[in-house]
């Protein structure tokens, strides 16, 4: 709101600029620290002072030395330059616009009437209500495609960092006055559906398990599936890491082997790994010839590394093996046998060893999955109705996240309907030369085509050379849908970080295909979301679940509300329903109030904080506004009177008066963090306002304090709770 202020005393300034002959022209304007009222600052003095003496320069005495003449250059300059900062002045004190005007040392300083200023932004907030913030009508029509989960896998706490910064993203650029399409795409088909269906298949397709449980259920058995199926990789990677950094476990490769082959293995199989682990050299699974071979070696592997866990433990870290032919090569030291990573290598072999049973299966299952695949390929009814029925069950459980997120979406994208669309896409790339076969597969040279000599875009494959679709190969019709189909001037994909490459050449591909509006496409980039206990991954099967989460905060939300307020007269609805508002709006804050390029350690405890950066906190500021206000019979109406302003009620002017700023410069600058951040910032300053009952009553305050203060609270309760819901969080009104 100050910004039209600005703009006020930007075009008065120009109208003297133009009445004196020096001619209008950009201004940038500072704000000046508040001093009874507000102002803006002009430093165009000196730019109109250096090119008056450029065209018209003074006669400076020749006998003077180079130091005293540019001494004597820079005195003249200041001098011009306050006679004129003091005639702009002159010109400016006259208009009623203005409070003061001032000019001092060369900068024109221009103040506006505390009042009228204060009372307009104030009562702006109250009047415009939900409107508060909301920018004018912009040309573009704009869609942010975001969420993206896969079908047939479970949505974990990770997936909300996508859907919370998508969702706000959505909420922003509507607010700022963009027509905004809210769109998701849904991974309904790949070798993550192909694994899981051929799991369930194989292994569970007579189980019954509950409806509203078989979303994650399908979760379940994806990583089942990845288990099974990477079983042998992951075997096979842990023999490996020990014959190459653990010398004790090579060193008694001998002695396992004396009793494998007492156990019956073949001696094939004993020399192979012998002549492999003592040697440093890889273990390749299919080298092994005997099913049987690992699962009896297994248990000699983890006695092994108990006897070496205790070695440790007694006297210290040991050296990896000496370096062989194969390893004499590597740089740097060799890594140290500790404890901590004998300990991992120990749980791995325990999760491993839980199904080492499935050892010998493994080949056929791979085989099983390629037919499965090829069931995909020639549309196998009885596969397509499977996959049809399941990816229901995913979709409903979606379905239910979202509603419990509060988010929407007008337009709803699933890859299986753009793989024979995208393949068409490629045929006309190649037909009109953007793309070519190069060893074997449609790809694009997008360097080569924009004339770039130096690599910045690189070559994107488009397609397989069997012809099976690529990522790219949807995206390009995804996209096409969007600006064809759908009529978008600006699309916004939020998406994975390590994405960025990949979608800077879907946007080149798109320009030299003759599309206008890849111009203006942006990839918004996230990390991933952590637990304090490490990385998270469906594949790895350690992925936390979302509902489990948000169970347990809202869990937690309500326990901290019956801590704090035992003998409120609330009923247990309403406790479950401000512990909801309170559980999810803390995971959607958690999500949005770090840089979306940083990893999010994801903490309970500090999501629930009502003391510190988080949705509690803020949420907990707009309640005790509406409880202030529940006291009040009448707001204030009319102008009321601002004086004696202390520094925490100009500090809240200041911040309510920011609020349209921040909305449209999150909104262009495609950052929610800006809305996280005020919101913070203004329940602070709210905090610090209210904390001094003594030195600032509200409620008991003389009047025209008690107006002017009650105002204030509810400016600032509108304006949280503007905030709050651009970000997709709820504002209690009691907590």
């Known amino acids: 709101m100050f910004r ?372 995909w390929e020639r549309k196998d009814p009885e596969f397509v109705k499977l996959w049809d029925e399941t990816r229901e069950w995913s979709m409903q459980e979606f379905h239910r996240i979202y509603d419990e997120l509060g988010i929407t979406f007008d337009v709803w994208f699933y890859e299986s309907e753009v793989e024979e669309e995208g393949r068409e896409i490629v045929k006309e790339l190649l037909e009109r030369g953007i793309a070519e076969i190069s060893e074997g597969l449609p790809v694009v040279k997008i360097d080569e085509k924009l004339g770039l000599e130096k690599e910045t875009y690189r070559t994107l494959p488009i397609l397989r050379s069997d012809g099976t679709t690529l990522y790219s190969t949807k995206d390009l019709e995804l996209t096409r849908r969007k600006f064809q189909d759908y009529e978008i001037d600006r699309s916004v994909w939020v998406i994975d970080v390590r994405q960025s490459l990949y979608f800077q050449q879907i946007f080149k591909i798109m320009e030299l295909w003759g599309f206008e509006q890849a111009e203006k496409c942006f990839h918004l980039g996230y990390e991933i979301v952590t637990l304090p206990e490490g990385t998270m991954s469906s594949r790895a099967g350690n992925a936390v679940f979302y509902e489990d989460v948000a169970a347990a905060l809202k869990q937690r939300a309500r326990e901290i509300i019956d801590e704090k307020s035992p003998n409120t007269s609330l009923t247990e609805e309403q406790k479950n329903t401000i512990a909801h508002d309170v559980g999810v709006g803390s995971l959607l804050y958690s999500m949005i109030n770090r840089d979306n390029h940083r990893v999010i350690t994801f903490s309970l405890e500090e999501a629930l904080s009502f003391d510190g950066h988080a949705a509690p906190y803020i949420q907990y500021a707009h309640a005790r506004a509406c409880r202030i206000l529940d006291r009040v019979d009448k707001l204030p109406e009319g102008e009321v009177i601002f004086e004696d302003l202390q520094s925490q009620e100009i500090d809240l002017i200041e911040q309510i008066a920011a609020f349209p700023t921040e909305v449209e410069k999150s909104a262009f600058e495609h950052k929610p963090l800006v809305i996280a951040t005020y919101v913070f910032e203004l329940a602070q300053k709210f905090n610090d306002f209210y904390a001094d009952f003594e030195k600032r009553p509200i409620l008991t305050a003389p009047e025209p304090q008690r107006s002017m203060r009650i105002a204030l609270v509810a400016a600032t309760g509108r304006t949280l709770a503007n905030g709050l819901g651009l970000l997709g969080v709820a504002a209690p009104e009691v907590m």
């Open 4 to 375: 039209q202020y600005e703009q006020q005393a930007t075009d008065s300034i120009n109208e003297v600029l133009d009445e004196l002959g020096f001619g209008s022209r950009p201004l940038t304007m500072r704000p000046v620290p508040f001093s009874g009222s507000w102002g803006t600052a002009s430093s165009v003095s000196f730019q109109l002072a250096n090119e008056s003496l450029q065209k018209d320069p003074p006669s400076v005495d020749e006998s003077l030395s180079k130091k005293e003449a540019r001494a004597r250059q820079q005195e003249l300059v200041r001098e011009r330059v306050g006679a004129i900062a003091e005639a702009i002045a002159d010109k400016l004190r006259c208009r009623p616009e203005f409070d003061r005007v001032e000019a001092v040392n060369g900068y024109i300083n221009l103040y506006f009437p505390t009042q009228k200023l204060a009372n307009e932004v104030v009562f702006g907030a109250i009047g415009q209500g939900d409107d508060f913030g909301r920018g004018p009508k912009q040309a573009d029509r704009v869609m942010i495609e975001f969420s993206q989960p896969n079908t047939h896998k479970e949505f974990h706490v990770g997936h909300s960092r996508n859907a919370a910064l998508g969702n706000a993203l959505a909420n922003i650029t509507e607010f700022a006055g963009f027509e905004t399409v809210r769109a998701n795409y849904i991974g309904d088909i790949g070798m993550h559906v192909i694994r899981c269906l051929w799991c369930y298949d194989a292994f569970h397709q007579h189980e019954e398990v509950p409806k509203d449980k078989r979303g994650r259920w399908l979760g379940d058995i994806y990583a089942e599936s990845v288990r099974r199926l990477d079983l042998q990789e992951g075997v096979v990677k842990l023999l490996n890491e020990l014959s190459t950094q653990d010398a004790q476990f090579v060193s008694a490769i001998d002695k396992m082997m004396k009793e494998l082959f007492e156990a019956g293995v073949p001696g094939e199989d004993i020399a192979y790994l012998l002549g492999q682990i003592a040697n440093q050299r890889p273990v390749v699974a299919d080298q092994i010839l005997d099913g049987e071979t690992i699962p009896k070696f297994w248990p000699l592997i983890g006695e092994q590394l108990l006897f070496e866990l205790e070695y440790i433990r007694e006297h210290g870290p040991q050296e990896a093996p000496p370096p062989t032919s194969r390893t004499a090569t590597v740089k740097g030291p060799l890594p140290v046998v500790t404890v901590e990573n004998t300990q991992e290598r120990y749980e791995r072999w325990q999760r491993l060893g839980r199904n080492i049973e499935w050892w010998p299966h493994v080949p056929q299952w791979r085989e099983e999955v390629r037919e499965t695949f090829q069931k």
